[in-house]
């Protein structure tokens, strides 16, 4: 398989597009859920083989797509993740996949590249270069466009599916990956300044969990800042947060405790005696270690569903839940994007 592998590495360099196109998803499907795989494309110079694979594909989706999914699988779960988001950094590739969020829009591109920069955003030393990319209001706009969209069929039972891509998935990406650049304090306060938090208190009312998890979230990370505490709080957060204490997703409620504490810091005692009640309710007081995260307000992720990528893969779509399964220390799982099947010979 090693030997495999370098070869469809050095195919990146092939002028030829049905070659680019073909290794790209193969090596895309080759490192999805495989630790290995990760391991042994990233030490044979993947990384800077797909950026410049992504480079030289311009605008054609068919390399794009599968080329973003490989580094994003490649940024996560395996022993050297980190050295592979270092290495996007260093061989110059942060521009050219923050660019990749340009409109007009292509939702599969786009799906794969917000669970990219989540990824790489995890990385302490890719949060300055991400902000001077623009990745900030490129996700913020996305993140309006993409509810927007959604909120176009709240009340019916159809998702709203662009390009094969259910805009709740783009929500939670954009958001989530808000949430991880928000740990910066330069990328904190301008978050907050693009008048973001007013939406992210009404995604705490989703009805999907992972949504109101990465909203939560990224709340949790604003209210750092007293200013962004005390807007939070006036745009009405607490009455939703203390609903969410007492989910049964660990995650959500943990956070939604995190953000009470923060916003409770200059409210009187009755106040926090409310916060407190409410938190012996809650599942933290069955749980030590979840009350001490969310009293320490310690920062969680929880893993993305894996799958194979699309144009390479025959299987059904997955229904794009993200599940909260344990506290931060793991990071992204690879998968954030849909099968897609290629019907069109390149």
């Known amino acids: 398989m090693e030997g495999l592998l370098q070869v469809l590495v050095g195919l990146l360099s092939s002028d030829d597009l049905n070659m680019l196109t073909c290794s790209t998803g193969i090596l895309s499907n080759l490192t999805c859920n495989n630790a290995h795989n990760k391991t042994q494309v990233t030490q044979g110079n993947g990384v800077e083989a797909l950026i410049h694979a992504i480079l030289r594909a311009g605008e054609k989706e068919d390399v794009v797509e599968p080329a973003v999914c490989a580094l994003r699988h490649l940024t996560s779960r395996h022993q050297q993740a980190e050295m592979a988001q270092h290495a996007v950094r260093q061989h110059y590739g942060i521009p050219a996949i923050v660019k990749l969020l340009n409109q007009p829009y292509y939702w599969p591109v786009i799906k794969a590249v917000v669970g990219l920069i989540r990824n790489l955003a995890l990385c302490p030393e890719n949060q300055a270069p991400l902000r001077d990319a623009g990745a900030i209001p490129r996700l913020v706009n996305l993140l309006l466009k993409a ?23 783009i929500v939670e990406g954009s958001t989530g990956a808000l949430h991880i650049l928000a740990r910066d304090p330069i990328n904190r306060a301008e978050i907050a300044n693009l008048q973001t938090i007013p939406l992210f208190v009404q995604l705490l009312y989703s009805p999907v969990d992972n949504v109101k998890r990465v909203a939560a979230g990224v709340l949790c990370e604003l209210a750092l800042d007293k200013q962004s505490a005390e807007l939070i ?65 310690l920062p969680m992720d929880g893993p993305y569903s894996e799958e194979m990528d699309p144009n390479f893969a025959s299987y059904e779509a997955y229904p794009g839940d993200m599940h909260m399964d344990r506290m931060e220390g793991v990071m992204m799982p690879d998968e954030f994007n849909i099968p897609y099947e290629r019907t069109d010979p390149y």
């Open 147 to 169: 509810h927007q969209d959604a909120q176009k069929h709240g009340s019916s039972t159809q998702q709203t599916y662009q390009d094969g891509v259910r805009m709740e998935e």
């Open 233 to 297: 709080d006036s745009e009405g957060a607490s009455a939703p947060l203390m609903d969410l204490l007492h989910s049964n997703n660990e995650g959500i409620a943990t956070y939604a405790a995190a953000v009470l504490f923060r916003i409770s810091e200059d409210k009187n005692s009755d106040y926090k005696k409310r916060v407190s009640v409410e938190l012996t309710h809650s599942l933290f007081k069955l749980d030590p270690q979840a009350w001490e995260l969310a009293h320490n307000s």
